[in-house]
């Protein structure tokens, strides 16, 4: 929603009314995103990425864990470099920073919903609740359930039941973004905030109603989630990542971080010999991924009776050359793609090759930007 104060701020700062930056910090960079809506389409204006390592005494593609304020200052850059003025700006909050868990709850009304979810929460959430902002949503039913008054697998229930969407933030992480947010001088009211994952969906997923798992393969994490009749009905987190790639690479060739993270991006799993010894170490290094992928897919196909047969890969990681064809090998009956999230934006033609070499990378950033479109 644009506030009547923000609109006279446009009128005579004379910026584009409906532009809207997305922002979003991952563990290994900044990425940021800039669209706007012209004619009910939604154009890429401008888009950058900014590596954190070489600012926190690392490599870049590794992890790092800076303050507010040098996040601050990167940010900055990145905004200076691309020519974006940071004006209604929307951060993506990373999904180890946040709880998210699906609740099965009785259906009743919204009140004692109100007063039921608190309970709920305290199951999940592993500090007090007044340590956390608290959000929360009731799922659409499942088609299979509408036809039969039942979940799936046939059983009646007595009571009719729900799902309830969880999510919370801590608190020190929301005053952490406040800080970057004033730090880089974007007016307050202008800020929005959602999970990442969210904003992935948002970018990647588009009507698809079928049973998909998002992969987003990030520097340190990889996010999971489980995505039905087009919303998150599930997620979870492996704690390995692209820069366990490298690192492992590193240490078999015996060759410095920097060199090993230049080879795996340039060659991938394909090709000759260096491709040969990358595909070894992918191998060994996703086998971990795949594992916790599969039993998290096997709990949920077992749980509702479905088969999830597509899973779709972001993140800087899936842009490994051959990546879909591990995963792909380790599952059988799915498909494996590359999730594309500029192909939601209108962009000039002449940027279509190096859009889609960096696309997966910027799912985040995209989705987040298009939820600013729609506030
Ligand atoms: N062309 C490429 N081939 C292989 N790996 C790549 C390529 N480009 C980037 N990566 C890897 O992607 C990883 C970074 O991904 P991404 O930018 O999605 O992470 P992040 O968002 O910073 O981290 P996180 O999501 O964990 O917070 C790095 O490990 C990097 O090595
Ligand atoms: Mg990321």
């Known amino acids: ?38 004619d009910e389409r939604a154009v890429l204006k401008n888009y950058g990425e900014i590596a954190l390592g070489p600012r926190a005494g690392v490599s870049a593609g590794q992890a790092t864990n800076l303050s507010p304020e040098a996040l601050a200052e990167a940010l900055r850059d990145i905004f200076q470099e691309a020519g974006i003025s940071p004006r209604h700006v929307s951060f ?58 039942a979940p799936t697998g046939g059983v009646p229930a007595p009571v009719s039941k729900i799902e ?7 608190n020190e992480v929301i005053k952490k973004y406040e800080v970057i947010q004033q730090a880089t001088r974007i007016p307050g009211e202008a800020v929005h905030f959602e999970i990442e994952i969210f904003s992935t969906l948002r970018a990647i997923v588009g009507r698809d109603l079928s049973p998909i798992m998002v992969i987003d393969i990030g520097a340190g994490s990889t996010k999971l989630a ?14 390995m990542g692209g820069q366990d790639i490298t690192l492992a690479l590193a240490k078999s060739l015996n060759i410095p971080f920097t060199q090993a993270e230049e080879t795996k991006c ?19 290094v996703l086998a971990n991924v795949i594992n916790e992928a599969a039993h998290f897919v ?31 090998k380790s599952f059988s009956g799915v498909s494996v793609v590359i999730g594309d999230p500029f192909e939601r934006l209108d962009a000039p033609a002449f940027l ?18 298009l939820k600013g479109l729609e506030e």
């Open 92 to 149: 993506a909050i990373p999904f180890s920073a946040s709880l998210l868990s699906v609740a099965e709850l009785p259906e009743v009304g919204n009140k004692e919903l109100e007063s039921m979810i608190p309970l709920e929460a305290r199951r999940y959430i592993p500090v007090p609740l007044s340590e956390v902002s608290l959000d929360w949503w009731v799922l659409p039913k499942r088609k299979a359930e509408k036809k039969n008054g």
């Open 164 to 170: 309830v969407i969880i999510a919370a933030i801590h």
């Open 1 to 38: 929603m644009v506030s009547i104060t923000e609109s006279i701020t446009n009128m005579f700062s004379g910026a584009h009314r409906g532009s809207s930056v997305g922002v979003d910090i991952g563990a290994s960079s900044i990425k940021v995103v800039e669209v706007e809506k012209v």
């Open 352 to 369: 279509a090759p190096t859009l889609k070499d960096l696309s997966p990378n910027f799912a985040v950033a995209v989705g987040i930007a």
């Open 226 to 239: 489980l995505v039905d009749e087009g919303v998150v009905r599930g997620s979870h987190v492996v704690s």
């Open 298 to 328: 096997e709990n949920y196909e077992r749980k509702h009776g479905t088969k999830v047969s597509k899973f779709i890969l972001v993140g800087g990681g899936a842009r490994l050359k051959g990546i879909e064809k591990i995963i792909e």
């Open 266 to 284: 340039r060659v991938g799993t394909m090709g000759d010999e260096e491709g040969r010894d990358i595909t070894v170490v992918a191998e060994i």
